[in-house]
């Protein structure tokens, strides 16, 4: 048994989310959609320094977990922002970290100790 299936399914999903934006390059490409609204694959590689096929690899990891939809038009591919999907991760995130930040605990180290 893995020791992650014992995890409720909201973590799981936080935690794949996170993985996957976790990467500047696939935050590079969600910050491109967001600004062109729409565009075509090989119009990402030309804005990024990545090649085509690295390119191509995070758009997968993207399109994996719904934050983007790629659209056939005859040889190249459209991709557009999931703003559903995207507004329903970041509402998961927001109610995971509403109960933590307003833990009023405030630590410091010094000299190598936690003071509370």
Do not use: W
Request: glycine share 4%; hydrophobic share 35%.
């Amino acid at each position: 048994m893995n020791k992650s299936e014992e995890f409720n399914k909201e973590l799981k999903e936080l935690a794949q989310f996170a993985r996957v934006i976790s990467h500047p390059a696939r935050l590079a490409i969600l910050q491109y959609l967001a600004e062109t609204k729409t565009c075509i694959s090989g119009d990402i590689s030309d804005s990024l320094p990545l090649s085509r096929s690295t390119v191509s690899q995070h758009l997968k990891e993207l399109r994996a977990i719904g934050l983007i939809h790629g659209e056939i038009d005859g040889l190249k591919i459209n991709y557009c922002l999931c703003s559903s999907e995207i507004n329903r991760y970041l509402e998961l995130f927001g109610n995971f970290f509403e109960p933590i930040k307003n833990v009023n605990v405030n630590c410091e180290i010094k000299n190598n100790k936690t003071i509370v």
